[in-house]
């Protein structure tokens, strides 16, 4: 047998190392003893990253949905798969049985397949943390149509620019969402992108708060009529292991999104595997992630890795502060919740709260909590700690990526000891390593430097849709033979890692992943403006926000600085979302520049940060005045 969960420290250290030396051993093992596979492999593990070719379990042949839902229906058909948690505490709350899943998910399919949907088409979602989300994500996945889920937070010029790089042939939506007091008319941003959109020739329309909408004719359908014709029985589509699962974008320090490709059995794995240790998961507990199923947390630990374990997985639509602040705590305490995973930035924002919300709930049942998104900073997590785990439950600080596709370095609840802001140790199969600025690894502990993955692992993301080369040149061309991730690590002396924030110009802002040249590209778009750079600065609930510096093209338009920052704003709302939003808009009449002519935000990022004692060496700045003017009229 292989060792699925992992119980102690020893017997973690023994899994890790043989996982290392022979990876091809440890995931196959792993993948024939939990998996329902309609074909065998004929390797394990090929390619390499030097050829960025990487390629799992290929030749098997499988279908995820009948790993997630129909091998459960034997033993679990009447056990609750999806537990759905409404905006209003007053509205009843959905159990959704594995059996009921399955219906309902091979409806959905088969409505899919009546729209003229085929295995390898790619289907754009947005919609709000509905069943029908996670519904249509296992419908696509039963039939190999290929998912792009685009969080419903996006704008419709975000959304419209998704749908066109994937050319995406339908597209889910809802009338609207409920948003805690609010309701968004998601159907008018999706009408707005597909003003945009030639590839797109039909939209479903889950209901959802009774908005009136226009549809239309020919192109729209309301989708709950089909739904109730579709016979509910869809036989799964046999899948090639390395056949494209879904497409998520996430943001790079450059231009477009990146449309990041996850295929089938390689991420069906890693996630099953990662999500039992991580969340030691047992039968009869009630699992929940507070994330989106638009980000790649929801995707993994929402949707896939739970139901491949056969769990019960919570969703939620509402937000942490409806009707109050003590909103997650009832819903623990209502449905005795045993694993909780949130973000640093939801603790920080309820810790400022009063703690008699968290207090006054009985959060008795919780046995483990999780963070991710960003790095959890001492202060929430002893709060985290202290108020909502009672001092008793493991947190798991979870380090891992859109483009990983799973965990990959965090503490095993009850195995591996924990210490406040570090994620510990690598999962098995995840050989991490420190690179300093002249490609050489350092190996000794107590070192910090640019984090790399050594070694491949089942669910890496396999490329970027329609631009390999941009995914070889992000991925894999900063470290020789390496995967490159874009954060700064430091391993402390016993070989713990604490993850230090990005090395690149993403910022993270509440757990939102913003590459800065898409905003300076919005703000450019400004009739006034000339030139702009954004950086982050510190934030004591969202972590990070966004400080811009702007320079307009004429010095008097400033006087009319409070409209022109609400008009970028705006611009920035319309092109990306108001999580883009720059908390800070100085306006100013140069950036410092290299002789090359390249905007150095090291010395904007310290301005920001209030940090200027320590500038480094400006002389050889194109412009090194305008450092003193930035800094003397800092916001
Ligand atoms: C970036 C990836 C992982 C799913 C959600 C975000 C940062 C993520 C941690 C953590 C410190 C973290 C990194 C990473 N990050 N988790 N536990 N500690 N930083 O996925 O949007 O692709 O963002 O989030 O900087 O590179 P994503």
């Not at 919780?366 to 002893?382: D, R």
């Not at 406040?420 to 690894?441: K, R, S």
């Not at 898409?518 to 982050?536: L, M, Q, R, T, Y």
């Not at 093209?553 to 939003?581: C, F, S, V, W």
């Amino acid at each position: 047998m292989s060792n699925y969960s992992i119980k102690n420290l020893e017997e973690y250290f023994n899994v890790y190392r043989e996982s290392i030396e022979k990876p091809e051993v440890f995931w196959g093992k792993i993948a024939e003893e939990h998996f329902t596979w309609r074909k065998r492999w004929n390797s394990v593990l090929s390619g390499d990253f030097e050829s960025a070719n990487v390629k799992w379990f290929d030749g098997a042949k499988l279908n995820i949905t009948e790993n997630c839902i129909d091998r459960h229906l034997a033993d679990r058909g009447n056990k609750t798969a999806i537990l759905f948690e409404p905006n209003d505490p007053n509205e009843k709350t959905q159990y959704i049985t594995y059996t009921n899943l399955s219906k309902r998910v091979n409806k959905f399919a088969n409505v899919l397949k009546a729209q003229g949907i085929k295995k390898g088409d790619r289907i754009c979602i947005y919609l709000p943390m509905i069943p029908e989300l996670a519904i249509s994500v296992l419908a696509c996945a039963r039939i190999g149509a290929i998912h792009s889920v685009v969080f419903a937070g996006f704008s419709s010029t975000a959304l419209s620019t998704r749908i066109n790089d994937s050319n995406c042939k339908l597209v889910i939506t809802s009338d609207g969402s409920y948003r805690g007091e609010k309701t968004i008319d998601l159907k008018v941003i999706v009408d707005e992108a597909l003003n945009n959109c030639s590839c797109t020739t039909s939209v479903l329309v889950a209901k959802r708060i009774n908005a009136d909408i226009k549809m239309k004719a020919g192109r729209d359908h309301w989708l709950q009529p089909l739904l109730d014709e579709a016979s509910d029985i869809c036989e799964p589509e046999i899948m090639d292991a390395e056949d494209p699962l879904f497409i998520l974008y996430t943001s790079g320090s450059t231009g477009m999104p990146k449309g990041m490709v996850h295929t089938t059995a390689g991420y069906m794995v890693y996630t099953a595997y990662t999500f039992k240790n991580i969340f030691q998961y047992r039968e009869d507990d009630i699992y929940w992630c507070t994330a989106d199923i638009g980000w790649i947390t929801g995707h993994s630990y929402i949707v896939y890795g739970p139901l491949a374990n056969g769990a019960t997985t919570v969703m939620f639509e509402g937000i942490p502060s409806h009707p109050d602040h003590g909103r997650f705590w009832d819903i623990i305490e209502k449905n005795k919740v045993t694993q909780f995973y949130t973000a640093p930035t939801a603790i920080r924002a309820l810790a400022k709260e009063s703690l008699s919300f968290v207090q006054n709930r009985d959060l008795s049942s919780l046995k483990v909590l999780g963070s991710v998104g960003e790095p959890i900073n001492e202060e929430a997590w002893n709060w985290y700690n202290n108020n909502v785990g009672n001092k008793k439950s493991p947190i798991v600080d979870t380090w891992w990526q859109t483009e990983t596709g799973g965990i990959m370095i965090s503490p095993i609840p009850y195995v591996t000891p924990t210490i406040p802001t570090f994620a510990t140790l690598p999962l098995p199969g995840i050989q991490p390593a420190l690179m300093d600025t002249n490609q050489t690894e350092l190996i000794e502990n107590q070192v910090e430097g640019a984090l790399c993955i050594k070694q491949p692992w089942p669910s890496i993301a396999r490329t970027i849709w329609g631009n390999h080369k941009r995914y070889k040149k992000t991925y894999f061309s900063a470290f020789k033979n390496m995967y490159f991730t874009g954060d700064g690590a430091r391993r402390d002396a016993v070989g713990y890692y604490r993850l230090t924030g990005r090395v690149d110009d993403v910022i993270i802002v509440s757990g939102h992943n913003l590459g800065t040249a898409p905003i300076e590209d919005a703000i450019n778009e400004h009739p006034a403006v000339a030139e702009s750079a954004i950086v982050g600065f510190p934030n004591e609930i969202k972590g990070n926000a966004l400080y811009g510096y702007i320079t307009l093209k004429d010095k008097g338009e400033r006087r009319y600085q409070e409209k022109l920052r609400k008009e970028i704003n705006q611009i920035i709302t319309e092109n990306i979302g108001p999580m883009a939003k720059l908390a800070k808009i100085q306006f100013t009449n140069g950036l410092p520049k290299t002789r090359s002519g390249k905007i150095m935000r090291r010395i904007l990022r310290k301005i920001a940060s209030n940090e200027t004692s320590n500038l480094g060496d400006i002389t050889t700045l194109l412009n090194p005045e305008i450092v003193a003017e930035i800094i003397q009229s800092r916001l």
